[in-house]
């Protein structure tokens, strides 16, 4: 785990996101103003804030399926603001959105399938189903289970079992810790950073700052669509300001 | 006094929705037992009747069901009623004619083997033309207005229904138009209508194919997934807009076989054919819209209705009815089950 990686983004590892004055509206609400992000490869980067910050916007604009109105999205070298979702899923990046959002009548198998549609690896798409059985054997035991009929907590893991399926490069989570457990929180948090660890970037969004802020190595703040503040995760954790908004300390 | 009352009047409130429930059962059983005691009637009075027109409510049955399909199939995927497709499948009966009777001079007297070849050409080319037809229309007109309020497609559905039936007023005349009796009208030693039998024998392998596109295919998968939540399917990689016209192809593609089996069957067809559409929606909404098996489930129950409603002797309202009779079912379905017989609940679907 890079905890000492540096503030800012450097040469050094290679940025595989980079938001550049990015700007995104509902209509005619501007969700996002201007918001600059960079990622680099191997990281877990958390974007944390209040309900409404834009933190989900931000993942949809990356994501191309709500797209931005102005600003450059750069993923591994290329600019995807342009791009259909379809597309960018297939350069690599995938999402287990807010509210989960699984097929709800087709069973926890079929949605884990639906998470490697654009692949026709047979074999690997075999093994990847398998090792998502082995990082949430919960969803093993439900796998035939139509995923409507699921627990919070299931879904959540059959979300992000999904989204890992067509092998991502960046792994984009909304809340991952929503509605859950404490002891369920927790533990997909492991999995999270096993996650990382076997060498995908996370970009995490979460009200739990506190719980992101304890596995990411970098972190953003952001307030009504824009970044307040971006520093290392131990020091924003333990920033004054970020303590009293984000953590309820004062 | 006020609260005395309101409780006095509570355990007859409570009672109430059981006593209707009950009421609802009974009339329910009733209406049913007295179209069971008029089918028998008529079956007694007349066994070989009854068989003709159970065989023509089955053959209406088939081909309803191909037309009910697009309309479930579509709705199924956006959630919009199709108002031209009735159209689309009346151009299917068009090019059949085109191609059968004035391309192939199809008209009975060619050999088997001729005549076969020969209509498989004509089903071949509806179901490519009509295969075409239907995603241009949604790729022109639909598309665009896929995040406008749903009215807005809705009405487009209804011009493009009138621009479909003028075109075809335009180039096949106001009257009506065919081909002869292509069909044999009996096969072998049976003295039954051999070409409701075909008609029927035709459509069953149609509605496999379409079960294995929907269930087996990665197309299907797709519609499927579109169907149930179209942003989780694009976060999936599926391209949504191909996955739409997709369906609006095979929804054509049946429709386009649907109309030569038409042709074949009544022989004619007019540039107003399309209104059958309305009852083939019937048949869509009663089985429950966005269901494929309950369209076809429905499809055979208005083909049926309408086949006793015109055929039998006993006791029958007559062909005049069967609009008026098609469309009070709908209402009552609406009313008492708006999900349809097969549907989900509208709650369970989101």
């Known amino acids: 785990m890079s905890a000492e990686a540096p503030p800012a983004p450097t040469a050094n590892p290679p940025a595989l996101l980079e938001l550049d004055k990015v700007r995104t509206f509902y209509g005619r609400i501007e969700a996002v103003k201007g918001l600059s992000i960079t990622v680099n490869e191997g990281e877990i980067v958390t974007l944390i804030g209040a309900n409404g910050a834009g933190k989900s916007t931000t993942l949809r604009s990356i994501q191309g399926l709500t797209k931005p109105k102005a600003g450059t999205i750069r993923f591994a070298g290329k600019e995807i603001q342009n791009a259909p979702p379809h597309q960018i899923v297939q350069m690599g990046i995938a999402h287990s959105p807010e509210g989960r959002r699984l097929f709800p009548r087709m069973s926890v198998r079929e949605n884990l399938e639906m998470g490697a549609f654009n692949r026709s690896d047979r074999e690997g798409i075999e093994q990847d189903t398998e090792h998502v059985y082995s990082l949430f054997p919960r969803l093993s035991e439900r796998r035939g289970q139509q995923a409507g009929t699921l627990s919070g907590g299931e879904q959540q893991m059959c979300s992000i079992g999904r989204a890992l399926m067509s092998r991502p490069k960046l792994l984009l989570l909304d809340e991952p810790s929503m509605g859950l457990a404490p002891i369920l929180v927790d533990k997909i948090f492991e999995i999270i950073q096993e996650i990382n660890r076997e060498g995908t970037t996370i970009l995490l969004v979460e009200q739990n700052a506190l719980i992101a802020l304890g596995i990411a190595s970098r972190g953003y703040v952001l307030e009504t669509g824009r970044v307040t503040l971006s520093d290392r995760a131990e020091a924003l954790a333990t920033n004054d300001e970020v303590r009293k908004a984000y953590l309820g300390i004062s | ?350």
């Open chain 2, 1 to 350: 006094m006020a609260t005395d009352t309101h409780t006095a009047r509570r355990p007859v409130l409570a009672v109430l929705p059981r006593v209707t429930g009950l009421l609802n059962r009974a009339v329910t059983i009733a209406l049913l037992a007295l179209l069971v005691f008029w089918l028998a009637v008529n079956f007694v009075q007349g066994p070989g009747q009854f068989g003709s027109v159970l065989l023509i409510g089955f053959t209406n049955g088939a081909l309803y069901a191909l037309i009910a399909l697009g309309y479930t199939l579509v709705y199924g995927i956006i959630e919009l009623i199709n108002f031209a497709h009735g159209d689309v499948f009346m151009w299917g009966t068009m090019i059949t004619v085109s191609i059968a009777g004035t391309r192939l001079g199809l008209d009975g007297s060619q050999s088997g083997i001729v005549t076969f070849f020969g209509v498989l050409a004509a089903m071949v080319g509806a179901m490519v033309f009509c295969g075409i037809l239907n995603p241009t229309i949604e790729r022109v007109a639909l598309r665009r207005l896929r995040n406008a309020p749903r009215l807005a497609p809705l009405i487009t559905t209804l011009g493009i229904s009138y621009i479909l039936s003028n075109a075809a007023q335009f180039f096949y005349g106001p009257n009506y138009t065919g081909v002869g009796a292509i069909l044999p009208s009996n096969i072998l030693f049976l003295d039954w209508p051999a070409k409701s039998l075909i008609v029927i024998l035709a459509t069953i392998p149609l509605l496999l194919a379409l079960t294995y596109v929907v269930r087996r295919t990665r197309q299907g998968k797709a519609m499927r997934a579109v169907a149930q939540d179209m942003d989780a399917a694009r976060m999936m990689g599926v391209d949504v807009d191909r996955t739409i016209s997709f369906t609006f192809a095979l929804a054509g593609i049946l429709a386009g076989a649907g109309g030569t089996l038409y042709v074949l069957e009544i022989t004619t067809t007019r540039y107003d054919l399309g209104q059958i559409g309305l009852l083939a929606f019937t048949a869509a909404v009663l089985g429950g819209i966005g269901n494929l098996t309950g369209a076809t489930l429905g499809a055979l129950i208005i083909g049926l209705i309408q086949a006793f409603n015109e055929g039998l002797s006993w006791h029958a309202p007559g062909e005049q009815w069967t609009t008026s009779i098609v469309f009070s079912i709908l209402i009552l379905i609406l009313v008492f089950r708006p999900q349809g017989l097969l549907g989900q609940p509208e709650a369970d679907r989101a």
